[in-house]
């Protein structure tokens, strides 16, 4: 996708004899679940021209995939794929495009799938995510943005309950630091410990372990 959008991006500026760039934003994607979460997700995004107010219905936008999948509309050797997403409302072509359109029709559109991403990174269920981050060797991958390493972690307010004195306190900063990936300004905010404090404290576990 990013080679495309360059390219194409490079194209268009050629053509219309400008400069800069033609996208706004960076081309990123988001694991999805598929059993729960997708269908919604691919409801949500054909309906993107109505909400924003560009069109009345979404088969009055030519340029989404809900024509072709609604049956609307056909194209010879098309690149798009509308098995899977049709065969979700049945195995007749013809029935399943027209369940298709009833189904993108009936949402309420109040909640956007996006906001339930984990991270920015992941759409799907509390198992789903565990399956995803639960292992230390995707922790490590430093490819993996910081906020999207630490999806499942407990919250500062979960490590700190359990610290009944000073000991237990200061062994949950090491460890929202060390282990859950918690800077050492959140833990200072969170616990209100002067951050030079927070960062001896964690120094000298550290020469301790």
Known sequence: MKLLNSAYAQYFNHSHDRTGHLFQG?????????????????????????????????D?????????????????????????ILSQFGFDKFTAERKYILFVNDSDDTVSPFEETRGHLILGGERFVESLVGSDKYHDLPEVPRNQRFLNRPSLEDLFAIASDRVGRNKAIYTAHIKHGYTQQEIAKHSGIHYSTISKIIKNLENNN
């Open 60 to 84: 009055d936008y030519t340029w989404s995939s809900y024509r072709q999948t609604a049956g609307l509309y056909q194209q010879e050797d098309s690149p798009l794929s509308t098995e899977w």
């Open 26 to 58: 960076r081309f990123k994607a988001i694991v999805v679940e598929k059993d729960s979460y997708l269908l919604e997700l691919c409801r949500y995004i054909v309906l993107n021209p109505v909400r924003s107010g560009i069109a009345k219905s979404p």
